[in-house]
């Protein structure tokens, strides 16, 4: 993943830190402030870091834009929808519409949480892995999410986008303009969704 400006910023001010805490010499400060001064990936930054009691993974964080985050919905979205439409064409000889409606209901409606919730607490959803991102606790970026906070957050986007619309459409759309750009779901849950590293 590319370096950025920002966490270029952060790394120099971890190294200053440990030049003043004696565990660099002036030398090796000046060569790891050139190496990441000349950084182009996350990587060659981590490597400044090298062999130093910091965690790389503090860097600033890099958000998931709303694209990614939108993609891997839609992708998510569309297994249970298919799954739907072939249930439907099975049961609907025998059941009418009702059996389809069931079949909808089910596959729409039941299986997304204990989906979200399963996928979430492990490797994420296929939708995440095919658009390089992944849930993450909002206090450390660096943390798992747990599975009873992935549940909350399931059902919270429920709770916007199913019981009225508008509330749906603002917790998608949030994510533009907020800072950590989190949805409304992600912040009563405590989440955030970064761009998956090479390392994961």
Sequence with gaps: MRASDADRTVTLGLLGTQYA??????DELGRRVDQ???????????????????????????FAPWWRRLGAALLDLLAPTGSSSAGALLVAPL????????????????????????CHARRGTLGERVFQIQLRDATDAGAPVRVGQVFGRAVMT???????FLGGFLDG???????????????VAGTIVVRKERSD
């Design 21 to 26: 805490e004696g565990r660099l010499t002036l």
């Design 173 to 187: 759309v949030w994510t533009h303009w907020d800072v950590r750009r989190q949805a409304w779901h992600d912040k």
């Design 95 to 118: 059941g009418g519409w009702a059996g389809w409606g069931t079949v909808t209901f089910i596959l729409l409606f039941v299986v997304p949480l204990p989906y979200a919730t399963i």
């Design 158 to 164: 429920y709770v916007f986008g199913v019981l009225f």
């Design 36 to 62: 990441v001064l000349g950084a182009r990936s996350d990587d060659t930054l981590a490597g400044a870091l090298g062999g130093l009691p910091v965690a790389p993974r503090r860097l600033r964080p890099r």
